[in-house]
T-cell receptor
Framework: GAVVSQHPSRVICKSGTSVKIECRSLDFQATTMFWYRQFPKQSLMLMATSNEGSKATYEQGVEKDKFLINHASLTLSTLTVTSAHPEDSSFYIC???????????FGSGTQLSVL | GEDVEQSLFLSVREGDSSVINCTYTDSSSTYLYWYKQEPGAGLQLLTY?????DMKQDQRLTVLLNKKDKHLSLRIADTQTGDSAIYFCAERWGGYQKVTFGTGTKLQVIP
């Protein structure tokens, strides 16, 4: 099946620094990728929809300048958490959708801890 | 944790029970989850089960876990049209570091 690689799996950073998370579709081209955030024992919350070559569509309440999304190619989307604060500590996961197909393929997630 | 398989599609009549199946590969799985995705929405956590449990019931939902066969199922009793969605199973493994999702089962409920 299709594979989505997410990196890093875990990152610990100091408050005020920026962190970049990568999401790659390894064997297919993903015109659409999604970024989610999950707090412990809660649902995955959709943060934004990333379309290749265009600006991401952010969900209500998600700060565009805080969570920078870049989808520069059909196989790579990145999420940068800028000026991270402890409240940004969370589990972030991406997914990619094959064009004209409803199936979603997920990365394995990134646990971000901001000290 | 590398491979989580689900059936692609399930169609049931309203009022019947639905059973969605999932198989996983990592014996070190700690938690197993069921998520629901309605059209245009994010993933909603329906329920989860810890790997040392065999069964968990929550209202119309029953989760069965066969750890020996690495098989997880979600039973929805008295299925309603509002249950039509895509259902994802997922396993947490690797010391809580990794999550692997299945590719989803589309449940269609026929009135």
């Amino acid at each position: 099946g299709a594979v989505v690689s997410q990196h890093p799996s875990r990152v610990i950073c100091k408050s005020g620094t920026s962190v970049k998370i990568e999401c790659r579709s390894l064997d297919f081209q993903a015109t659409t990728m999604f970024w989610y955030r999950q707090f412990p024992k809660q649902s995955l919350m959709l943060m934004a929809t990333s379309n290749e070559g265009s600006k991401a569509t952010y969900e209500q309440g998600v700060e565009k300048d805080k969570f920078l999304i870049n989808h520069a190619s059909l196989t790579l989307s990145t999420l940068t958490v800028t000026s991270a604060h402890p409240e940004d500590s969370s589990f972030y996961i991406c997914s990619a959708r094959l064009d004209l197909n409803e199936k979603l393929f997920f990365g394995s997630g990134t646990q971000l801890s901001v000290l | 944790g590398e491979d989580v398989e689900q059936s692609l599609f399930l169609s049931v009549r309203e009022g019947d029970s639905s059973v969605i199946n999932c198989t996983y590969t990592d014996s070190s799985s700690t938690y197993l989850y069921w998520y629901k995705q309605e059209p245009g929405a994010g993933l909603q956590l329906l329920t989860y089960i810890f790997s040392n449990m065999d069964m968990k019931q929550d209202q119309r939902l029953t989760v069965l876990l066969n750890k020996k066969d690495k098989h997880l199922s979600l039973r929805i009793a008295d299925t309603q049209t509002g249950d039509s969605a895509i259902y994802f199973c997922a396993e947490r493994w690797g010391g809580y570091q990794k999550v692997t999702f299945g590719t989803g089962t589309k449940l269609q409920v026929i009135p």
